[in-house]
Each structure stands twice: as structure tokens, then as C-alpha cells.
């Protein structure tokens, strides 16, 4: 099945909807890649993102029958898998320090982009680094930067300032910084 073939997509939707196990596997099976690594990014163990996997798909199965054909379903899943995250994000947020010290955000976003750090970090490893980011940290730095959410929403999203939105994402990238000049550091010495 094709998601991008309007025809294919309403069989799936429509099955999906009636509750069928064929098309549900194939839904599944076939965004699982896709909707894994958006999980995972917001994850802190790889065990956390199949939870929020699950959790979204089961959100999916439920809520499909309101799929309106406006926008790619693949699209729509995304929205659904990133909206669970942060439910998760925010049952779980009195575990999670949110920093209120602001910090100078447009210097420290200048000094990522200006020296082309991320330059030759595969996904995969800059993958690795996002998720051994503070819960806080990832997840404003996955909304802003991945999924292209302004700081006021994701103040009203995670229940944080503006302020304290754009001080985790700067925050976000220097530790980013810190953890690629520290692995290109290590494989030079190799």
C-alpha cells in the first residue's frame, strides 16, 4: 500500500476504523520506522519510546475514524505520536526540573550554527546524543527544532514560560555541542 495514493489510504483508514487486524498491521508495519525515531527522540530509554510507540498506536487505532483526508495520514499520526509524548511529558513533569534561568539564547544558537558543528554526525549518533539530553531539554529541543513548534507553544504545551522554552533550547544545544566536540575530540585520539 502506498500512503501518498489517496485511494490506498482511505482502505486503510476505513479498515482501520472497522476494527480490521489486517489493515491495522499494515499501518502499523508500515509508519513503525517513521513513528519509532519520532518516539524515540522524545524517549529516555529505548524501552520508554516502544511504550510511547504503543501507547500512540493504540491513540491511532481509537481516534482513525476521525481522520478527515484533509493532509497526509501520515502527517496525522506524527501530530498524534508527538501529542503523547508530551501527555507523557507532563504526567511525568514533577520528576523533571524545569530551569527558570535564562541564558543568551541567540548567542549560543549563533555559536551552533556558525561553526557547522553538526557537520558529519550521522542521524543515528545525533539521535543518540538528543536522547541523553535532560527530559526537559529534549523535549523542547524536539518540538522547536523537529517538530517546528513556536516557544509559545510550547509554553502552553509543557506548562513552562516562554522564557524558560528558549532557555532549555539554548541550554538544549550547548549540551549538544559539548557531547559532538567531545566525540569528534575522541575519535581524533583513535
Known sequence: MDLSNQADVRKIVEGCAEKNADYQQLLYKTL??????????????????????????IKVFDKIGKFNFNGSLEGWIRRIMVNNAIDYYRKNKNKFAISETLVETQQIAEEVESEGIFDGISADLLLSFVQQLSPVYRAVFNLYILDDYSHAEIAEELEISEGTSKSNLSKAKKNLKQMVKAHLKKRERI
Not at 39 to 44: E, F, G, K
Open 32 to 57: 513503525y520506522s517513521k513513528m519509532m525515531v519520532v518516539c524515540q527522540r522524545y524517549a529516555n530509554r529505548p524501552e520508554d519510546a516502544k511504550d510511547l510507540f504503543q501507547d500512540g498506536f
